[in-house]
């Protein structure tokens, strides 16, 4: 089946250090690879997206690359600021039958950045 | 404005009353989702619906039940919960029902059951 697994949390971070959070997955066929961040007090939102091996999705200064070899969609971002507070999910899409297009989503990792 | 919005966003029930939880979306989308957010699980998808019509429904117990009357509006009908029930519930909606459609969430109703 489906399954995605992120990094336990959570992630503490001075302002200015490099971020990692780390996301492999398991599914059949080709699916599309997410991240979404989630505010306090919000619902998710998308951060980023690849649809193929090999894509990089970057926004905001967060960056993944689809790596179909090892199966993972690491989530990167070169200086983290204090707004950057938040809970990230990792998440595809599935590609089988009914369950075309639906997402399934990683346990979270919380991430708090310090001034 | 978020595109998709819910009401209430705090809802604190009794085991025996009966409430709703509503969602609507101002985007056009043709795909409607219920997901449920626990603390330390991930999320857990509910209810799919496609043009109006369910597509999925992720066996979830039947004191929960959900409604579509149209594509811009979803429903979640509570009855007799449980005190595990008590999460965050969220709504989300896609363009449709496909691999490269990201959802997009509204800021969800938290729910307390006592």
């Known amino acids: 089946g489906n399954s995605v697994t992120q990094m336990e949390g959570p992630v503490t971070l001075s302002e200015e250090a490099f971020l990692t959070i780390n996301c492999t997955y398991t599914?059949?066929?080709?699916?599309?690879l997410f991240w979404y961040v989630q505010y306090p007090g919000e619902g998710l939102q998308l951060l980023l997206k690849a649809t193929k091996a090999d894509d990089k999705g970057s926004n905001k200064g967060f960056e993944a690359t689809y790596r179909k070899e090892t199966t993972s969609f690491h989530l990167e971002k070169g200086s983290v600021q204090v707004s950057d507070s938040a809970v990230y999910f990792c998440?595809?899409?599935?590609?089988?039958?009914?369950?075309?297009?639906?997402?399934?989503f990683g346990q979270g990792t919380i991430l708090t950045v310090h001034p | 404005e978020t595109g998709v919005t819910q009401t209430p966003r705090h809802l604190v029930m009794g085991m025996t009353n009966k409430k709703s939880l509503k969602c609507e979306q101002h985007?056009?989308?043709?795909?409607m989702y219920w997901y449920k957010q626990s603390a330390k699980k991930p999320l857990e998808l509910m209810f799919v619906y496609n043009f109006k019509e369910q597509t999925e429904n992720n066996s979830v117990p039947s004191r929960f039940s959900p409604e579509c009357p149209n594509s811009s509006h979803l429903f979640l009908h509570l009855h007799t919960l449980q005190p595990e029930d008590s999460a965050l519930y969220l709504c989300?909606?896609?363009?449709?029902?496909?691999?490269?459609?990201?959802?997009?969430f509204g800021n969800g109703t938290r729910l307390t059951v006592t």
């Open positions: 989300a909606s896609s363009q449709e029902l496909g691999r490269d459609s990201p959802l997009h």
């Open positions: 599914a059949t066929g080709y699916p599309s």
């Open positions: 985007l056009g989308h043709n795909a």
């Open positions: 998440a595809l899409s599935r590609t089988g039958g009914t369950s075309y297009g639906k997402l399934t």
